[in-house]
């Protein structure tokens, strides 16, 4: 069964840094694009960062250049390091893990989600 | 900048169909966006339902289904049931490993 599991939310000061963790069991990890997926409180969902299999990363416009997105295939761990952290970051943050590759063709969705990490920026 | 747009809300009665659309600012959508849908009610992380157009994640009823319609892509659900009143949320895959989030639809069942 696959589970994700995210831990290191809480409360940061406008400027300050977080890092949230997600463990992954249940799957290759390493074989597998992951993501990171945000959602403030009464508000829509919003695509923040994915990391593919090889590594290679992409980030939304809004946390360019603040955000980090790593992966360590032998922990089965995915982290976004979040810094320069801003009140609009506030939200619920999910990991979710990219779709899979069958033959030539791929499917980008997310099919799987952890429970979410609250992540409040005030002073 | 890439916008999705989708219905804000959108009602239907009990056994009645609905489908709710997913469309881009300034393109067409097609299958080469992959369009997916996800199911999310308060408090819970979002469920996956839909993917690349039309394919049913895993444990989906089949009164839920996936297509392109004109421009947009489209969730319909036949047959609505109580529960499937949610917010509903449909992503296109723009390349490169980003994806964009439509703002989601409300859907009322009444």
């Known amino acids: 069964e696959v589970q994700l599991a995210e831990s290191g939310g809480g409360l940061a000061q406008p400027g300050g840094s977080l890092r949230l963790s997600c463990a992954a069991s249940?799957?290759?990890?390493?074989?597998?694009?992951m993501g990171w997926v945000r959602q403030p409180a009464g508000k829509g969902l919003e695509w923040v960062s994915s990391i593919g299999s090889s590594g290679n990363t992409h980030f939304a416009n809004s946390v360019k250049g603040r955000f980090a997105i790593s992966r360590d295939n032998a922990k089965n761990t995915l982290s976004l390091q979040m810094n320069s952290l801003r009140a609009e970051d506030t939200a619920v943050y999910y990991c979710a893990k990219r779709g899979y590759c069958t033959g030539r063709t791929c499917y980008y969705h997310f099919d799987y989600w952890g429970q979410g990490a609250q992540v409040t920026v005030s002073s | 900048q890439t916008v999705v747009t989708q219905e804000p809300s959108f009602s239907v009665s009990p056994g009645g169909t609905v489908t709710l659309t997913c469309g881009l600012s300034?393109?067409?959508?097609?299958?080469?966006?992959?369009p997916s849908w996800y199911q999310q009610t308060p408090g819970q992380p979002p469920r996956t339902l839909i993917y690349?157009?039309?394919i049913r994640s895993s444990g989906v009823p089949d009164r839920f289904s996936g297509s392109i319609l004109g421009n947009k892509a489209a969730l319909t659900i036949t047959g609505a049931q109580a529960d499937d009143e949610s917010d509903y949320y449909c992503v296109l895959y723009m390349g490169s490993g980003i994806s964009v989030f439509g703002g989601g639809t409300k859907l009322n069942v009444l």
């Open positions: 249940g799957f290759t990890f390493g074989t597998y694009a």
């Open positions: 300034s393109a067409s959508v097609s299958t080469n966006y992959y």
């Open positions: 690349s157009t039309n």
